[in-house]
């Protein structure tokens, strides 16, 4: 079962997937009602009846496909396209942003790097579009600590207006995660 806030955020979610779908959906078929039967208020009246039926079984459909996704990637992180990680690494920052930056690169696409205040390191890569997701924007994110170096992961949807990625942004969270040895909890 999933954490309290995950839970939390299935509703909303359901919510969201009805309301995007539904009123665009709507919206052109009570354009296109309007038009053919030459009236407005019967075209904003079958748009909306349609626009609703439309928004339900597309909330129904994508959002069970999407929880069923993100439980099939442990449940972690809850159901936001959005996800991320912060755990420490034991290595020097050099050697670290190594394994990092090849773990990045196995995502896929364009590898970036940029030094950040003379100590830390950020390593992005965007990632293919696939089925679950239009390609996603994977920063990775080295400082160093007092253990080693601090790793600060986040994967996003490079389509900001996103409400369902089935799990890509926490499969590519755990990709990188697991490459460096490390589990989501911080573990090595």
């Not at 959002?63 to 420490?88: F, I």
């Not at 994977?138 to 790793?151: R, W």
Request: hydrophobic share 45%; glycine share 14%; proline share 3%.
């Amino acid at each position: 079962m999933g954490s309290a806030s995950s839970m939390k955020s299935i509703p909303l979610m359901y919510v969201k997937l009805l309301l995007t779908t539904g009123v665009i959906f709507g919206l052109i078929m009570g354009l296109f009602f309007g038009l053919t039967l030459r009236s407005a208020a019967l075209g904003a009246a079958l748009g909306l009846a349609s626009g609703s039926a439309f928004g339900l079984v597309m909330s129904v459909t994508l959002g069970t496909v999407n929880v069923l996704a993100h439980r099939s990637t442990g449940g972690r992180g809850g159901l936001s396209p959005v996800q991320r990680a912060v755990v420490s690494l034991p290595g020097e920052l050099k050697e670290e942003a190594a394994r990092v930056r090849q773990a990045m690169a196995a995502l896929g696409g364009r590898d970036l790097v940029e030094q950040l205040d003379g100590q830390g390191m950020r390593i992005a890569v965007r990632t293919r579009r696939t089925w679950r997701s239009w390609g996603e924007s994977v920063t990775a994110d080295l400082h160093p600590d007092a253990k080693g170096s601090t790793l600060s992961l986040v994967s996003r949807p490079i389509l900001r207006s996103t409400v369902v990625d089935y799990g890509q942004g926490r499969r590519n969270v755990r990709r990188v995660l697991s490459a460096v040895g490390i589990t989501e909890d911080g573990r090595g």
